[in-house]
Nanobody
Framework: QVQLVESGGGVVQTGGSLRLSCAASGRTLINYAVSWFRQAPGKEREFVARSDWSAGRASYADSVKGRFTISRDNAKNLVYLLMNSLKPEDTAVYYC?????????????????WGRGTLVTVSS
């Protein structure tokens, strides 16, 4: 497993932007696919985005496609989630997760490590 720490959450107005960061300690993120999930109050955790560098691709939930971008800085061992055009329904605790590289049949497949989350609140 790898220890993950998210940062960058906060309060932002509708239409604003935030960039979340996911840092790993003890392991190099280049060896993993990294995903972002979120959990809104009273709702189940849901997939947001995934970066699989081995396949050179990123994937997104339909609800964030075109607004969110996942990226990596391998030199800094960081994965980012840039969130633009934020909406109140984006309010949630955001988690990063590390898992096996390669194709998945579900967003949770191969995930073995989770961060503790960072809270994003979008005010209307």
């Amino acid at each position: 497993q790898v220890q993950l720490v998210e940062s960058g959450g906060g309060v932002v107005q509708t239409g604003g932007s935030l960039r979340l960061s996911c840092a790993a300690s003890g392991r190099t993120l280049i060896n993993y696919a990294v995903s972002w999930f979120r959990q809104a109050p009273g709702k189940e955790r849901e997939f947001v985005a995934r970066s699989d560098w081995s396949a050179g691709r990123a994937s997104y939930a339909d609800s964030v496609k075109g607004r969110f971008t996942i990226s990596r800085d391998n030199a800094k061992n960081l994965v980012y989630l840039l969130m633009n055009s934020l909406k109140p329904e984006d309010t949630a605790v955001y988690y990063c997760a590390a898992g096996n590289l390669g194709a998945q049949t579900s967003p949770y497949e191969g995930i073995h490590s989770w961060g503790r989350g960072t809270l994003v609140t979008v005010s209307s």
